[in-house]
């Protein structure tokens, strides 16, 4: 049951509300753009794919594994990056992130082979292990946990917006650059042309962030002085921790129950970003601009439901069925896309709901994290439950290639995800709302 919870205004109030949105205002729309290219660097392999598997004759199960093995690099250096976060401070430590891997992103457009394709991959995930973990333990050092599901919302829609900008520029990028200018492939124009962007924003972000409430110039003290309240009472109000410290994290079931659910919402997230292209074009389509405008679609509807669902878990103080509902659409429209895999239309209805429901999964599942885990434990702990998770990365390409390559159809890998999107339905569902709902 949802309970709206009632807040009396005050001038006091009024002015807290209006220096937070002060604060979301510095800080949130530059890392909203920092994150727009980390998601676009990460899933452009998908237009790549069209072109460059043809080009180096490549096998849909290598390109499953070659999008895959990203993960396993950023699955093995989450971790210490994160906790490196903690020593070296947040803004330098994210921008250095940012630089390598825009560097080691454009590098992919040298890919000539299955093996380098492998490597390159590899160590562009380990390059970017540490960033958005990183990202989301920023945002609890300048939002209390109240008011981190906007935050946290308003970011994380780069990822429907990458889809909406990145899908059309991918596929006009493919289609403008056919004639391989500059003799390069228009793949490669791909990846150069988004991963260097990626360079400058990291450097602009030693110059527009601050590390914490307490340095940040832009705020007059007296601001500085009610946010850092602000947050002092959030850590007073949390419940009684699970754990307090990383060993504490490792020894913690619910922490790897944590760990599993994210492996379950981002099994269907990068299934649709891996292979949306492909499923769009077994419908019939291959024109690359008409594939490119059509996978806009499912993001844009996902962007806008991501920023509802996130108002609404915000002002209900509700968690569990606002994650538990997105993930029952991602079970349904998965179900659906794999029930009727022919069909444009249907098809990408189904995938559209799917696609809503996957990404709002994705900033309604981090506030579950204040139950279970202390300040002391958050970096840490945020970075192992992001590895778990992004073991999916490398799952969910690598069995949707070897299914496609084995059937030549997409459908029982679909059905596969949806099941898991199910499994994910009853793991939140578990968790004490008393623990959650805040």
């Not at 989450?78 to 250095?96: D, I, K, T």
């Not at 360079?199 to 110039?217: F, I, K």
């Not at 060993?247 to 944590?258: E, H, Q, T, Y």
């Given at each position: 049951m949802?309970?709206a919870?009632?807040v009396?205004?005050?001038p ?5 509300d ?8 510095r800080?949130?729309?530059y ?12 899933v452009?392999v ?8 043809d080009?180096l004759h490549?096998?849909e199960?290598?390109?499953?594994l070659?999008?895959?093995i990203?993960f396993?690099?950023?699955?093995a250096?989450?971790?210490?990056s994160?906790l ?6 947040a803004r330098?430590w994210?921008?250095?992130i ?9 590098a992919?457009?040298?890919?000539a082979?299955p093996a380098s394709?492998?490597?390159?991959r ?6 970017e292990?540490g960033f ?5 333990l920023y945002?609890t050092?300048?939002?209390p946990?109240?008011r981190q ?8 829609a780069?990822?429907p917006l990458s ?5 059309p ?9 056919a ?5 390069l492939a228009?793949w490669?124009?791909?990846f150069?042309?988004?991963?260097l ?9 030693l110059?527009l962030?601050?590390d914490?409430?307490e ?6 003290p007296e601001e500085?002085?009610?946010v ?6 959030d ?5 009684k921790?699970?754990?307090?410290g990383f ?9 790897w129950m ?7 919402i981002?099994?269907g997230?990068y299934a649709i970003n ?8 077994s ?5 690359a ?5 059509l ?6 509807a996902a962007?806008l439901f ?5 108002r609404s878990?915000?002002r209900?103080r ?7 509902v997105p ?7 998965l ?8 069909s ?9 709901v799917?696609?809503?429901?996957a990404l ?5 599942f981090w506030p579950l ?11 840490g702990?945020?970075a192992?439950?992001?590895s ?10 690598y069995?949707?290639?070897w ?10 890998a679909l059905?596969l ?10 793991l939140v569902?578990?968790m004490?709302?008393?623990r959650v709902n805040?």
């Amino acid at each position: 049951m949802m309970h709206a919870v009632s807040v009396a205004s005050s001038p006091a109030v009024d002015r807290l509300d209006a220096t937070f949105r002060k604060v979301a205002g510095r800080v949130v729309p530059y890392i909203f753009v920092c994150y727009l290219f980390n998601y676009l660097d990460r899933v452009n392999v998908g237009f790549a794919k069209l072109d460059m598997l043809d080009a180096l004759h490549m096998s849909e199960r290598a390109y499953g594994l070659g999008a895959g093995i990203f993960f396993l690099g950023y699955i093995a250096c989450g971790v210490p990056s994160n906790l490196m976060l903690q020593r070296v401070g947040a803004r330098r430590w994210l921008a250095m992130i940012m630089v390598v891997w825009g560097l080691l992103s454009a590098a992919q457009m040298f890919v000539a082979g299955p093996a380098s394709f492998y490597l390159l991959r590899f160590v562009t995930g380990a390059a970017e292990a540490g960033f958005f973990p990183g990202l989301v333990l920023y945002l609890t050092r300048w939002f209390p946990s109240a008011r981190q599901g906007r935050a946290l919302t308003l970011f994380m829609a780069a990822i429907p917006l990458s889809g909406v900008v990145g899908g059309p520029l991918s596929g006009w990028m493919l289609a403008h650059f056919a004639r391989a200018p500059g003799g390069l492939a228009a793949w490669q124009w791909l990846f150069l042309l988004q991963g260097l962007p990626t360079v400058v924003l990291g450097l602009g972000m030693l110059v527009l962030l601050s590390d914490r409430v307490e340095q940040a110039a832009w705020l007059a003290p007296e601001e500085r002085a009610a946010v850092g309240e602000a947050l002092r009472r959030d850590r007073l109000e949390q419940p009684k921790q699970l754990a307090d410290g990383f060993g504490a994290v490792l020894r913690n079931p619910a922490v790897w129950m944590l760990g599993l659910l994210y492996f379950c919402i981002q099994a269907g997230v990068y299934a649709i970003n891996f292979w949306l292209p492909t499923i769009i074009r077994s419908s019939g389509i291959h024109d690359a601009a008409t594939i490119g405008w059509l996978s806009a679609v499912p993001y844009l509807a996902a962007g806008l439901f991501m920023i509802v669902m996130g108002r609404s878990a915000d002002r209900l103080r509700e968690r569990r069925w606002h994650l538990a509902v997105p993930l029952l659409m991602a079970a349904a429209g998965l179900a659906v896309a794999a029930r009727f895999p022919d069909s444009l239309a249907v098809a990408l209805g189904a995938l559209t709901v799917a696609t809503a429901g996957a990404l709002t999964g994705l900033p309604m599942f981090w506030p579950l994290c204040n139950g279970y885990l202390s300040p002391a434990a958050a970096a840490g702990g945020l970075a192992l439950i992001n590895s778990m998770g992004q073991l999916a990365g490398f799952a969910s390409p690598y069995l949707v290639g070897w299914i496609k390559d084995a059937t030549q159809r997409t459908d029982g890998a679909l059905a596969l995800l949806a099941a898991m999107a199910v499994l994910g339905v009853v793991l939140v569902l578990r968790m004490p709302a008393s623990r959650v709902n805040r």
